[in-house]
């Protein structure tokens, strides 16, 4: 990483309902989003799911419009000082929520190919980076491929964080982006070739990181919707624009 900021970008995973919507009444009549940072705006057709840390205490917070926004209070006061909230240079929360309460809540994500996701546990998300708040792209990112597989192979770690098979087994990569020698399914391929076992294979997830990352962003072509056969390169800033302009996303630095 180079010594300016990074620019994310946030998109706003809709809430649709709780598990149990009785653990944060402050959400009542209010529209609600998941802010999940992400460095790759153009993979958001492939989501499937949000990660969500059991161990990070989240913080809501009003935004500009008098919507929440649910992300880690570090975060929260980063974007009071980018106009991003209601209050300007502090922080004071609506409400703070354990990871936990917000496991299998169901989300709209745009641009996604599923109707709508749900929110996943994530064992390995950082409190100090992004926003606490994970969007997942297993077609293109081998963390998320490896923390999805996880999940759909272990029956004893959804019952342990309440999440039904409905909120998983249906949900499998999605073909978007053609990497030259490595099909339409990149991070599923690089985990294979790198045997990684689990979300927890730190070195294998490495390895197979820096080989997909570089490889879909300088080869790699998206194949689905508006910019569809156009290079990544070429479009990435596109697609970001046009999420930001319909209000789905917003620009963030750290
Ligand atoms: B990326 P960097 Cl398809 N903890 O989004 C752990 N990981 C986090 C995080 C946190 N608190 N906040 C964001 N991230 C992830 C999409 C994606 C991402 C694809 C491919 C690569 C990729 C879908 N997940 O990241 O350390 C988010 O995952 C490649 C690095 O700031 C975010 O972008 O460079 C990325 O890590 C930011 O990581």
Same mark, same amino acid.
């Given at each position: 990483? %180079?010594?300016?900021?990074?620019?994310?970008?946030?998109?706003?995973?809709?809430?649709?309902?709780?598990?149990?919507?009785?653990?944060?009444?402050?959400?009542?009549?209010?529209?609600?989003?998941?802010?999940?940072?992400?460095?790759?705006?153009?993979?958001?057709?492939?989501?499937?799911?949000?990660?969500?840390?059991?161990?990070?205490?989240?913080?809501?917070?009003?935004?500009?419009? %008098?919507?929440?926004?649910?992300?880690?209070?570090?975060?929260?006061?980063?974007?009071?000082?980018?106009?991003?909230? #209601?209050?300007? #240079?502090?922080?004071?929360?609506?409400?703070?929520?354990?990871?936990?309460?917000?496991?299998?809540?169901?989300?709209?994500?745009?641009?996604?190919?599923?109707?709508?996701?749900?929110?996943?546990?994530?064992?390995t998300?950082?409190?100090? #980076?992004?926003?606490?708040?994970?969007?997942?792209?297993?077609?293109?990112a081998p963390d998320d491929f490896a923390a999805?597989t996880d999940?759909?192979?272990?029956?004893?770690?959804?019952? #342990?964080?309440?999440?039904?098979?409905?909120?998983?087994?249906?949900?499998?990569?999605?073909?978007?982006?053609?990497?030259?020698?490595?099909?339409?399914?990149?991070a599923?391929?690089a985990c294979?070739k790198h045997k990684v076992k689990s979300q927890n294979d730190t070195a294998k997830l490495m390895e197979a990181k820096e080989e997909v990352y570089?490889?879909?962003?300088?080869?790699?072509?998206?194949?689905?919707?508006?910019?569809?056969?156009?290079?990544?390169?070429?479009?990435?800033?596109?697609?970001?624009?046009?999420?930001?302009?319909?209000?789905?996303?917003?620009?963030?630095?750290?």
């Amino acid at each position: 990483e %180079g010594v300016g900021p990074q620019e994310y970008t946030l998109i706003k995973m809709k809430l649709v309902e709780l598990t149990d919507n009785s653990k944060v009444p402050q959400f009542a009549g209010k529209d609600v989003f998941f802010v999940a940072a992400t460095l790759r705006p153009e993979t958001m057709y492939g989501q499937t799911n949000c990660w969500i840390s059991p161990d990070i205490t989240y913080v809501a917070v009003e935004a500009r419009d %008098g919507s929440i926004f649910v992300c880690t209070e570090r975060s929260a006061r980063n974007m009071s000082f980018q106009d991003l909230l #209601k209050l300007d #240079k502090e922080v004071k929360p609506v409400c703070m929520i354990p990871g936990r309460d917000l496991m299998g809540a169901k989300l709209k994500a745009p641009l996604s190919h599923y109707d709508h996701v749900y929110a996943l546990p994530m064992l390995t998300i950082k409190e100090g #980076k992004g926003t606490g708040v994970v969007t997942s792209v297993p077609s293109d990112a081998p963390d998320d491929f490896a923390a999805l597989t996880d999940l759909k192979n272990k029956e004893p770690l959804r019952q #342990k964080y309440g999440i039904t098979d409905e909120m998983v087994l249906p949900y499998e990569p999605v073909p978007i982006i053609d990497v030259p020698g490595y099909g339409s399914l990149s991070a599923v391929e690089a985990c294979k070739k790198h045997k990684v076992k689990s979300q927890n294979d730190t070195a294998k997830l490495m390895e197979a990181k820096e080989e997909v990352y570089l490889k879909g962003f300088y080869e790699g072509v998206l194949n689905v919707g508006k910019y569809a056969g156009t290079q990544i390169q070429k479009c990435k800033d596109a697609i970001k624009a046009d999420m930001v302009a319909a209000k789905e996303a917003i620009k963030y630095l750290e």
